[in-house]
C-alpha cells in the first residue's frame, strides 16, 4: 500500500484536476483565477505538492467548491478506481522504472480515462487469474520482455567484466575455472566456502548453493560439477563487484521479495555468462565456425568445450552475441523439462528477440508438437544410456506459416531432480542474411521438418509424432464454416 501522505497528495492533485477539467478551465486560467502560479498548480495536480490551508481555501473559493469536498479522500465514481489501484499494490508491483515509465505518468494516463484504463487492468488482473499467472510469472515475464527490448546484450555490464578481468589479472582468453574465482572470493571479499552443510539436509536435495550474507558464507553443494561451481563463484563476484545488495539467497530462488531482487539476479546471471564466456573469445571462435564450407557439428561441441560452462549457459550466451556482432537478431531459446514416463513436456524458459515465434509456454492441457528438435533430443536421451548429452540438428517449417528456423538442441539429464530430463534449443531464422553468415548452410544440409505449435493447433495430416486430436483447430474450423454460411445467408437476403 502507498504511504498515507503520498496517498493524500495523489488524490489532492487528482480531484483538483478533475474539477478544473469539468469547469473548461486550462492551468492558465485556474492561474489567473486564484493567484497561485502555474507550476505550482501543475506539481499539486502531479501529486508532488500538497497545498497548505490557505491555499486550498483559495483554490475551493476559485473553483466554487467547498472546502470539505476539496480535502476529503473520498471520491466520487469516476475517479474511485482510481483511489482503489493506488491503494493496492498493483502499481508498486510494476516494474515501471526498467520500462522508462515514472509512476506519475501513468497516473496522469489513469486520471484521464479512469473508467476505461480501469477495466483494462481488471481484465488483465483476471486474465492472470484464469491461467494462474503468479507474481513470479509476472516478474520473469516484465524481465523476459526488458531482455528482448535490448536484444539480450547489455553493453555496461561486458565492460564492468572486463573491468574486473584487468583489475583482477584474469585472462579472457583462456579457460576461467571455479578455483581461481573460489580465491578471489576467499581473499578479496572474505567469503567463507562451506561444502558440508547442505548435505545434512535432505529436502535441499535440489538447491545447489544458499548464501548467509551476515557471515560472508557460501553453503555449496559438493556434488555439483565444475561448470556449475565456476557459474554460482561468478555470481557471487558479480554482486559484490557490482555492489549489489538486493539479492536473492539461493540458487535456484526458492522467494522473492521484490522485483529489483529477480532484476539484480539476471545481472548477476548475465555478468556470470559474460565472465565465463567472453564477447570477444566467443566472438572470435565464431566467426572462425561460421566460415566452415561444411557443416561440422565437433567444432561446435569443441567451441563449448572450451568455455567452462553448461550447455544452457553456451546457448543462452549465444542469444546475447548473435544479434550483437553478427547482426542475427531474429532467434529464440528454449528449454524444455521432461519427467520420465509422463506424457507432459514443459516449455519453462523461452527468449524471442524480434520476432515472437511460436511456442510460447502456457499451453493449458495442450501437448506440444512432438516434431519439434527440442523434444526429440529429449527423447534420444531417455532411449540412451543417459550418462552423454544428446545432440540434435533439424530445419523446422511452421505449418501454414513461410517462416522457417535452423533449431540447435542438446539434451541432458537434470543433476538435482531424479528423472527429469531437460533440454535447450536455439532457433535462428532462415534468411538471406543467415545464409550469407553460416557459409556451411546450404541445400539439403539438414533434415527439415514441418512443425506445429501444439497437436490440439496443428493441421498436419497423417502425423506419426501426434499424440492428441487437433481439438482447437476443428472448433475453429467450425465456427469459422458456420461464419461464412451466415454470411451467406445475409448476402441472399440482402
Known amino acids: ?62 473553483l466554487e467548491v467547498p472546502y470539505d469536498h476539496m480535502v476529503s479522500l473520498k471520491l466520487d465514481k469516476n475517479l474511485a478506481p482510481i483511489g482503489e489501484i493506488l491503494q493496492s499494490k498493483i502499481l508498486k508491483e510494476i516494474p515501471l522504472e526498467l520500462f522508462g515509465i515514472k509512476e506519475n505518468n501513468l497516473i496522469d494516463i489513469v486520471a484521464n480515462a479512469p473508467a476505461k484504463v480501469n ?64 580465491e578471489i572470493l576467499v581473499e578479496e571479499f572474505g567469503y567463507t566456502i562451506d561444502n558440508e552443510e547442505l548435505q545434512k539436509h535432505k529436502n535441499l536435495d535440489e538447491l545447489r548453493n544458499i548464501y548467509i550474507p551476515t557471515k560472508k ?22 554482486y559484490n563487484f557490482l555492489n549489489i545488495d538486493e539479492r536473492l539467497y539461493t540458487f ?8 529489483d531482487q529477480v532484476l539484480n539476479n539476471f545481472i548477476a546471471s548475465y555478468f556470470a555468462g559474460a565472465l565465463i564466456i567472453p564477447r570477444k573469445n566467443l566472438n572470435d571462435k565464431l566467426t572462425n565456425f561460421f566460415a566452415l564450407e561444411e557443416w561440422k557439428p565437433l567444432k561446435l561441441h569443441q567451441i563449448i568445450k572450451h568455455f567452462n560452462c553448461s550447455q544452457e549457459t553456451f546457448y543462452q550466451r549465444l542469444t546475447s552475441i548473435l544479434p550483437k556482432f553478427f547482426n542475427i537478431k531474429n532467434l529464440f531459446f528454449l528449454r524444455f523439462t521432461h519427467q520420465a514416463n509422463s506424457p507432459e513436456f514443459r516449455l519453462n524458459k523461452e527468449l524471442h528477440i524480434t520476432q515472437q515465434q511460436a511456442p510460447h509456454a502456457n499451453r493449458n492441457n495442450e501437448h506440444y508438437c512432438r516434431r519439434w528438435v527440442s523434444i526429440k533430443t529429449i ?65 539439403d544440409t539438414f533434415p527439415k521438418k514441418i512443425v506445429g505449435v501444439t497437436c490440439e493447433t496443428c493441421s498436419v495430416k497423417n502425423c506419426a509424432e501426434r499424440v492428441a486430436k487437433p481439438s482447437r483447430l476443428y472448433k475453429k474450423n467450425k465456427y469459422n464454416e458456420i461464419a461464412k454460411t451466415v454470411d451467406n445467408i445475409i448476402k441472399n437476403y440482402s
Not at 218 to 238: G, P, R
Not at 385 to 404: C, L
Open 1 to 62: 500500500m502507498m504511504i498515507e501522505d503520498e496517498y493524500i497528495r495523489l488524490i489532492f492533485g487528482l480531484k483538483l484536476k478533475q474539477i478544473r477539467t469539468e469547469r473548461n478551465l486550462s492551468l492558465f486560467g485556474l492561474a489567473k483565477l486564484s493567484g497561485l502560479s502555474k507550476s505550482y498548480l501543475n506539481e499539486i495536480e502531479k501529486g508532488k505538492k500538497y497545498p497548505k490551508t490557505d491555499k486550498i481555501l483559495l483554490l475551493s473559493e476559485s
Open 119 to 182: 477495466a483494462f487492468i481488471s481484465t488483465i488482473i483476471k486474465i492472470a487469474q484464469n491461467y494462474n499467472l503468479t507474481r513470479e510469472s509476472f516478474f520473469l515475464a516484465s524481465l523476459r520482455s526488458y531482455q528482448e527490448a535490448h536484444n539480450n546484450y547489455f553493453e555496461e555490464i561486458e565492460n564492468d567484466v572486463e573491468k574486473f578481468a584487468e583489475a583482477y589479472h584474469i585472462n579472457l582468453s583462456k579457460r576461467i575455472t571455479a578455483k581461481e574465482l573460489e
Open 217 to 238: 558464507i557460501l553453503l555449496i553443494d559438493k556434488n555439483i560439477s565444475e561448470a556449475q561451481k565456476t557459474f554460482i563463484y561468478a555470481k557471487e563476484i558479480a
Open 379 to 443: 527423447q534420444d536421451l531417455e532411449k540412451s544410456s543417459k550418462e552423454r548429452s544428446t545432440f540434435g540438428v533439424q530445419i523446422s517449417s511452421y505449418v501454414d506459416q513461410k517462416n522457417e528456423y535452423l533449431v540447435l538442441s542438446s539434451a541432458t539429464q537434470d543433476p538435482f531432480k531424479k528423472d527429469i530430463s531437460r533440454s535447450v534449443s536455439i532457433g535462428l531464422l532462415l534468411s538471406p542474411h543467415l545464409k550469407k553468415k553460416l557459409a556451411f548452410l546450404k541445400e
Open 252 to 259: 535456484p530462488w526458492i522467494k522473492f521479495d521484490s522485483f
